[in-house]
Every structure is written in C-alpha cells, then in structure tokens.
Nanobody, 115 residues
Framework: QVQLVESGGGLVQPGGSLKLSCTASLSILVFYAMGWYRQAPGKERELVATISSGGNTNYADSMKGRFTISRDNAKNAVYLQMNSLKPEDTAVYYC?????????WGQGTQVTVSS
C-alpha cells in the first residue's frame, strides 16, 4: 500500500496562511484522484478538496476562494494552500489517495488557528 505523509501544519493566527504537503511513497498516479479531508474535535471527518489525475479540482463550499489544492506528479506530492484562515478551520488535516482497489490515508497534520 502506498504511504502518504502530511506536513506543514502548525499554529497560525486568524487571517494567516499555511501550506500543507502530502508526499507519497510511490507515484501518486496510481490514484485516480487525491484529496484533503479534515476532522475537528467532536466532529466527523469532512472533505476539503480533491484533485483528479487530470488536474480537475473540487472544493467544499466553505473552502472555495480560500483554499487551493494542487499536485506535482514528478514529486509525488499534493499540496493544500490555505489562506484567510479562521478559527473554525482548526482540525487535523488528512491526505487521501483514491483508488479503485484500496484508498490510502495519511496520518494527519494538526492545524490550529488561534490568536
């Protein structure tokens, strides 16, 4: 199974920015899409954004205009640029690889938005 490792989380003030990275142990082209999810304390995991192998993107409504998902196939990486962060964006952010056989998940990276 392909291993996914997230990085880039941390503490940021409201209105600030962070860029998350997800690096795969193998080519991300084994997945038909990559995505970012998040889970806040006491809440269910929710979709943030997805990007297909062809580069088509999809965002949850609350992230549109603030978050940007991108990918670099040569680096086996997917990124999430987060701008105008709000306290309600505080969560553990997970990377996911979508496969027809077996999806892969990263271990998550904590993002905390607080003054």
């Amino acid at each position: 199974q392909v291993q996914l490792v997230e990085s880039g989380g941390g503490l940021v003030q409201p209105g600030g920015s962070l860029k998350l990275s997800c690096t795969a142990s193998l080519s991300i082209l084994v997945f038909y899409a990559m995505g970012w999810y998040r889970q806040a304390p006491g809440k269910e995991r929710e979709l943030v954004a997805t990007i297909s192998s062809g580069g088509n993107t999809n965002y949850a409504d609350s992230m549109k205009g603030r978050f940007t998902i991108s990918r670099d196939n040569a680096k086996n990486a997917v990124y999430l640029q987060m701008n105008s962060l709000k306290p309600e964006d505080t969560a553990v952010y997970y990377c996911k690889g979508f496969s027809t056989l077996d999806d892969s998940w990263g271990q998550g990276t904590q993002v905390t938005v607080s003054s």
